[in-house]
């Protein structure tokens, strides 16, 4: 039901039939989930409304937000292990829980926190729920679940962000220790974060087996964060350089077996790439439903703009594009949980997201007009928060290569006699 600020500022049949609209449209999300998702959703869209909604605004100004006091109070309502082992805190359900997460963590009135906490949940943790030893779990995954701790993931490097063989941050084994050097790049949550799930090289040898998934406290010695990256959008996360100088951690504090850690940065990235996708439905949604209702009060030559027919049009085409995007995510949802290798799949649906989140908030706020172009309306921030889509977490373009590979068209090289 519309309240009467919001029926006043529509004002127009057109524009309450949008919203109405858009609600039937919904119906995909209400009935693939099950009601104990439904009911996190609604637990996460009460913390949302009322612990982070009213302070994205002062957030996206300062810089950063209270990493350590949203993720406590996230870890206290249960939802930053949904997927992750009981005896560690977790909830242990299947990966549709963080899916349905994500989705919800979207109303978020920003990207940028979204982000930071999906980081916490699907990029920094998966490796280590799966294949860490027991006193790693303890250590870092536990706190992390129950909120504690903030976590933030090192793989990308000044000279390689999507290339992730290409890294070269070192970790010599010296008798039981492990002396890290090197740099990582683009590490959201770096400036709050108390430990960083690592990706260094253990040995020498082909760069996709020389690898490690390391847990290395963020308060060790040797470990300096040179710079905040000042960021086109995103604002509210903090995101830095970081560099390690002879930085000394125990040999166990590898994830797993030693040498493997591209193939778990690999398994990592499916849940990864689906989470991604996940936190971009609503945002996406919020852009096409907002300037369905702006352009059906904004009047011009003595009509609402969502009376022409191109505009009706063209968000109809979008809606229809983000529907689709929808469906893939739920589909490589169930395969995933299933036990299916999803790795094409996930990649098509990043490669998605990431090219719909430059083409709806590109359109939509064309609609906006000059409005648009301000700081004031929601539409500008998504405009710029979502773009990152693209990038981050595998470029579309590495995306592209990963689909090509798998389905086997990409030419081998013939090996010289």
């Known amino acids: 039901m519309l309240s009467k600020c919001t029926s006043k500022l529509l004002g127009l049949r057109s524009g309450v039939a949008s919203l109405c609209r858009f609600q039937h449209q919904n119906a995909l999300a209400e009935a693939y989930y099950e009601e104990d998702q439904k009911s996190m959703q609604k637990t996460v869209r009460k913390i949302i409304e009322e612990d982070i ?37 977790g909830m242990g359900l299947d990966f549709k829980f963080n899916v349905a997460l994500n989705e919800e ?116 010695p040797g470990i300096h964060l040179n710079k905040r990256i000042d960021k086109m959008g ?30 778990y940065q690999m398994l990592q990235f499916q ?32 009509k609402p703009l969502l009376a022409n027919q191109v505009i009706q049009h063209k968000l109809a085409e979008l809606q229809t594009e983000l529907e689709m995007l929808r469906s893939a995510l739920y589909r490589a949802t169930d395969l995933y949980i299933q036990g299916n290798d999803v790795t094409q799949l996930a990649s098509m649906i990043k490669f998605k997201s990431g090219k719909l989140c430059r083409l709806i908030p590109d359109a939509c706020l064309q609609y906006w007009g000059g409005m648009g172009f301000t700081n004031e ?28 590979k798998t389905m086997g068209i990409v030419p081998t090289k013939k090996k010289q006699k």
């Open 234 to 263: 995103m604002r509210s996360s903090d995101t830095a350089v970081i560099f390690f100088d002879d930085v000394r951690v125990p040999a166990e504090n590898i994830i797993g077996d030693p040498g493997l850690g591209f193939t």
């Open 271 to 302: 849940e990864e790439r689906l989470a991604c996708a996940a936190l971009c439905l609503s945002p996406l949604e919020k852009c096409i439903q907002g300037t369905a209702e702006y352009t059906g009060q904004r009047m011009a030559f003595g």
């Open 53 to 89: 909604n009213p302070y994205v605004d002062q957030w996206e100004a300062e810089g950063q937000y209270p990493a350590k006091q949203m993720m406590k109070k996230l870890g206290d309502a249960g939802v930053l292990g949904v997927n992750k082992p009981v005896e560690y805190g």
């Open 377 to 404: 309306v929601l539409i500008s921030r998504l405009y710029r928060d979502m773009r990152l889509q693209s990038i981050g977490g595998g470029a579309d373009e590495v995306m592209l290569g990963i689909i090509a």
């Open 105 to 220: 963590l979207g109303h978020v009135n920003c990207g940028a926190i979204p982000m930071s906490i999906a980081v916490q949940t699907d990029m920094a943790t998966p490796a280590l729920a799966r294949f860490g030893s027991d006193k790693l779990k303890r250590e870092f995954l536990a706190p992390s679940i129950s909120g504690d701790m903030v976590a933030c993931l090192g793989v990308s490097e000044p000279g390689g962000g999507s290339d992730v063989a290409a890294a070269t941050t070192a970790a010599v084994r010296r008798g039981d220790d492990l002396i890290i050097n090197g740099q990582k790049m683009w590490i959201t949550n770096a400036f709050q974060a108390d430990w960083i799930c690592l990706l260094a090289n253990t040995s020498d040898g082909p760069v996709h087996v020389n690898k490690s998934l390391i847990c290395v406290p963020m308060d060790t």
